[in-house]
């Protein structure tokens, strides 16, 4: 199931925990990214019809709904997409603005919403509420959008046991079919998570959970989310049946999919690509004719499928080579109780999933 990704990366501020590359640029830049953008998706040489679209950044909601129409007019098969999905910032919504979604091909909204609990949001940066997210959710329902998908976090400044069930019993409230958890992480690529590395005081770094708590956090949602209906089916992802994204699940089975914008990636089934991160260098290049895109390498399917296939609750289904290429790992993972095996099937176990970077290292040749 062929895909896109287009990139988005304006925001009307920078979270704390944010490491991606977006954040606030210049207002008048933002007219000249969409006319490149549209250009670049123009100009794309397909191979076959996308079935699933996905605006990411950033906070592509951000955008004039006029670009946005510019944008996914540029793309093949528009009404004819399977899933098309925008990156939202609650607070933003309005009954026009959803409507003019609709009306662009838009089937789905992933809302960032991170935490319903008000002195969590206001460390980050976040300025909506509960409150905010519950009438937004509801014009977006309105407006025919079902397929809602909301965000949380998992090791925010001053979260505490109480403070998680709060968020969760606000999305047993609002019933999306879809919740994305993620772990904070900490890397020198967010201010918060280079506060914490520099022992430092600001941005809350010095109430940012244990990691044990952070784990606990994240299992807590686990076992909430599925008693919900709401099952797990990748490491950070859970969805009622038949609403896990789409697009998202062709990374994780390395499908194809075609990436435009800064900091866009694609990957064709053969070769793995990655576009210039900044915006401005972004419009500098393509405008002047040169390609965006800054590197190109071969891809390893018989590697990846392992660290990005186990992501995947259902695991991979491996041939007999590969038990032998794997075998030392594999046996000391069983034994560690990080995997679990079924006939052929290798997937991780739920501790396994705390540790699954460890897991992932030796499957890297």
């Not at 979604?101 to 460390?123: C, H, M, P, T, Y």
């Not at 046991?161 to 606000?170: M, V």
Request: a negative charge; proline letters at 6%.
């Amino acid at each position: 199931m062929p895909g896109v990704y287009i990139s988005y990366p304006f925001c009307a501020q920078k979270c704390t925990y944010c490491n991606f590359a977006s954040g606030v640029f210049p207002r008048e830049l933002e007219p000249q990214y969409v006319n490149e953008l549209v250009a670049e998706i123009a100009a794309h040489r397909w191979a076959w019809q996308p079935e699933t679209v996905y605006l990411g950044g950033g906070t592509p909601s951000g955008m004039a709904t006029g670009g946005l129409d510019r944008i996914l007019a540029a793309v093949p098969g528009r009404g004819r997409w399977q899933e098309a999905t925008i990156e939202v910032a609650p607070g933003t919504i309005t009954g026009e603005r959803a409507a003019r979604w609709v009306s662009a091909g838009i089937n789905r909204v992933s809302l960032g919403v991170q935490s319903f609990v008000q002195r969590e949001l206001a460390r980050t940066g976040r300025k909506h509420s509960a409150e905010i997210v519950e009438r937004e959710v509801a014009v977006l329902r309105t407006a025919g959008v079902t397929n809602i998908n909301i965000d949380l976090i998992a090791g925010l400044p001053g979260q505490s046991r109480a403070s998680w069930q709060e968020s969760l019993a606000w999305i047993e409230r609002l019933a999306p079919p879809h919740v994305s958890v993620y772990m904070l992480e900490i890397d020198a690529d967010s201010r918060l998570g280079s506060e914490v590395l520099l022992n430092g005081k600001r941005y809350g770094a010095p109430d940012v959970p244990s990691d044990e708590l952070t784990a606990e956090l994240y299992e807590t949602a686990v076992a909430e989310l599925a008693r919900m209906g709401i099952e797990r089916y990748e490491i950070s992802n859970f969805a009622r049946p038949g609403f896990e994204s789409l697009h998202n699940l062709k990374y994780w089975r390395l499908e194809p999919y075609a990436g435009f914008g800064a900091d866009a990636h694609w990957f064709d089934g053969a070769v793995r690509g990655q576009n210039i991160e900044s915006p401005s260098e972004y419009v500098s290049k393509t405008q002047s004719g040169a390609s965006p895109c800054i590197g190109e390498t071969p891809a390893n399917p018989a590697e990846e499928r392992f660290f990005i296939g186990l992501r995947l609750t259902q695991g991979v289904l491996l041939q007999p080579e590969e038990w032998q290429k794997f075998e030392r790992p594999i046996q000391r993972f069983l034994a560690d109780g990080l995997l679990s095996r079924d006939r052929e099937r290798l997937r991780l176990t739920d501790r396994g999933v705390l540790f699954s970077n460890e897991v992932f290292a030796e499957f890297i040749t």
